[in-house]
């Protein structure tokens, strides 16, 4: 491919539901890394967080 349709397309994958998820996974894979040796380094561990709960609609 050129230059230019190259750009084109990427620019296309980049707004794409594809790049959305595999740029969560590359944070969360980021995150889960930088936790470990934080952990490894004698850091505290994180709060846990709050669990968000939905009300339960009647049942019918």
């Known amino acids: 491919m050129r230059g230019d349709q190259f750009e ?3 620019g296309k994958f980049l707004e794409s ?3 959305e998820e ?3 996974a590359l944070f ?3 995150r889960a890394a930088y ?3 934080w952990l ?3 850091g505290e ?3 846990p967080k709050k669990a968000v ?3 339960r609609s009647p049942e019918t």
Do not use: M, N, S
């Open 8 to 10: 084109k397309v990427f």
């Open 17 to 19: 539901e594809a790049y």
């Open 22 to 24: 595999a740029e969560g």
């Open 28 to 30: 969360d894979f980021a």
């Open 35 to 37: 936790q470990a040796g």
């Open 40 to 42: 490894a380094a004698g």
């Open 45 to 47: 561990p994180p709060a």
């Open 53 to 55: 709960l939905f009300p």
